[in-house]
């Protein structure tokens, strides 16, 4: 994988000598780990000045460091995207870190909590839907000034959904809604900022990618609500049925850096004529 981006990057430097994203300023949200933090290092990688955000202080400094250690530019912001005061926090230490301006917003912190319907309850559906609709909702809503602005240069969001969203899945309602969400979400900054200001908004839907979220549950990975701890992955009772994975064309999952390139082509100039729309990134799954 780091043989195949080596060469991508050699093939795009003839015609981006600076980089795909030079001059850009980017937040990226959940970059402590996993695909927010390889898409934190590859924008670094083609010129843009990162804002490393996620609720793990230390994972959000590691991944900052890890690009500055490779001479690229980043600031660790961290903090809980569930909480407004730091949403206009990391907004405000973004426009500063890059001389006044914000290009990119990847709305990409999340988790899972799974559960069967009749089984879920009201906080573990609400707090799926905070932190994967109206969390993303409020940073673009207080980013908005940086983004309503008309001095030609390209401006973009990337909202991260899930083919759980877009065709649902067992034991997930609460994530599949609101990951179906982030998709009108998405399509609605489109329909609104781009005719008067330029500025393209897509989501990119991911199918298996090899994250925690897809780790067997037993490996202990969680996440912290309220001081309780949510188990994240997918038993391996479930995982042994799905192995070979019969029905993805490429017969596997994805790595986080294959996730983490999708995100940056679509925020590129690559894709400038790209907006409101869906990139399903799943290896040929639902096809």
């Not at 850009?24 to 955000?53: C, D, H, P």
């Not at 083919?163 to 997930?172: I, R, V």
């Not at 599949?176 to 009108?184: E, L, N, Q």
């Amino acid at each position: 994988m780091a043989e195949r981006l080596a060469q991508i990057q050699g093939h795009l430097s003839n015609s981006f000598p600076g980089g795909l994203l030079a001059g850009k300023t980017a937040i990226v949200t959940g970059a402590g780990q996993g695909i927010g933090a390889e898409t934190a290092i590859l924008f670094a990688r083609e010129g843009a000045k990162v804002i490393v955000a996620d609720i793990d202080s230390q994972k959000s400094q590691q991944t900052a460091e890890k690009i500055t250690a490779s001479g690229g530019q980043a600031l660790s912001v961290p903090g809980d995207v569930l909480n407004p005061d730091y949403i206009n926090q990391l907004v405000t230490r973004a426009a500063e870190f890059g001389s006044g301006k914000i290009h990119i917003v990847v709305n990409n912190a999340g988790f899972t909590w799974d559960g069967v319907i009749h089984k879920t309850t009201d906080k573990q559906w609400q707090r799926i839907q905070d932190v994967h609709t109206r969390a993303p909702f409020q940073l673009v809503r207080a980013a908005a000034p940086y983004f309503r602005v008309k001095d030609g240069e390209d401006r973009t969001i990337v909202n991260i959904s899930s083919t759980s969203g877009l065709h649902g899945n067992a034991g997930q309602a609460n994530y599949s809604t609101a990951k179906m969400g982030v998709v009108g979400l998405t399509k609605a900054i489109a329909k609104e900022w781009g005719p008067q200001f330029g500025v393209r908004a897509n989501t990119v839907a991911f199918g298996t990618v090899l994250t925690r979220l897809v780790a067997a549950k037993e490996d202990g990975a969680y996440a912290e609500v309220d001081g309780e701890k949510i188990a994240l992955g997918i038993p391996k009772a479930q995982q042994k049925s799905a192995e070979g994975y019969v029905h993805v064309p490429l017969r596997r999952a994805g790595t986080p850096t294959e996730a983490a390139m999708s995100i940056l082509a679509i925020a590129s100039p690559l894709c400038s004529y790209v907006s409101g729309h869906t990139l399903e990134v799943t290896g040929g799954y639902g096809i």
